[in-house]
């Protein structure tokens, strides 16, 4: 940033100041906006230093309870207790920036953010899904800071991960993935006012995101991703919003995939394969 240039101006002039455009983004308007707003200070100030403490930013991301924590770990354990000690100080590198709230548990060193161990647990269901897959492009619509990248590439050597948010969001996924750079440059992050068709998409991931979003929204990602994607995990949100359209989406998807669900507290977790891939 050049001396006469502010944050302020700055931000404006990224357009990132308009929180009024939400790509179907169904949030209530209050916590929308300061969510966005605390992505924007984040990529554009120094209160990414602390950004996952932020309890403007919390209402949406980093607010896994201490206890929800120790159930995804021991859903981790059951899974695949091994690759979990094997890489858990990998998977604790996204703790050690933007100073999350983190707690100790039972059988592990030093502390660990709740929301990490969530990560972990989707992981390690991808990784049930995919049963040994080689995979090469990755494409996460929502994706929060990109926590879920980070530790997604603690076990997979991935060539693309594209990341699909916001503006403002995409801003931040932007910087904090280049505090990694072992991953940095497989990373891109795409504003979602720029989204285009992507093809040959191995892993196509969206956890809540694209399920708080208009059915018409849903339906587009999915012509433009999910379809074109050899297996897809999602998580949908069934608590947040009043219009789900749970069902709608689920049909659409019997037409290209067989798939399995299962539960992640009130939300429903989804894991696809395209049919001719499970032929």
Sequence with gaps: MSEEQT??????????ND???????????????????ACVQAANTDSFNSFKSNPKYTTILEHVLKEQGQCYLNIA???NEDALMENIELFKDNDKIGRPVTHAYPGLDGTISPTTLRYIKNTFEMALMLDGQEISRIVEVGGGYGGLCK????????????LIDLPQVSALQRKYLDQFPEISDKV??????????I??????????ALSECDLESQMAYYNLLVQNSKFAYLI?????????????????????????SGRDYENTVILATRKDESN
């Design 199 to 208: 093809k040959d998409i191995d892993l196509f991931i969206s956890n809540y």
């Design 7 to 16: 944050v302020e101006s700055v931000i404006e002039a990224q357009g990132l």
């Design 151 to 162: 530790v997604l590439s603690c076990v997979c050597d991935f060539d693309e991960y594209i």
């Design 188 to 197: 891109k992050c795409i504003p979602s006012t720029d989204v285009k068709e």
């Design 19 to 37: 929180y009024k455009e939400r790509s179907g983004w169904q949030a209530e308007d209050q916590i929308a906006v300061e969510y966005l707003d």
């Design 77 to 79: 354990r059951e899974m």
């Design 236 to 260: 949908y949100n069934l608590v947040n919003f009043n219009d789900f359209h749970y069902n709608d989406f689920i049909d659409k998807i019997k037409e290209d995939f067989t798939f399995d």
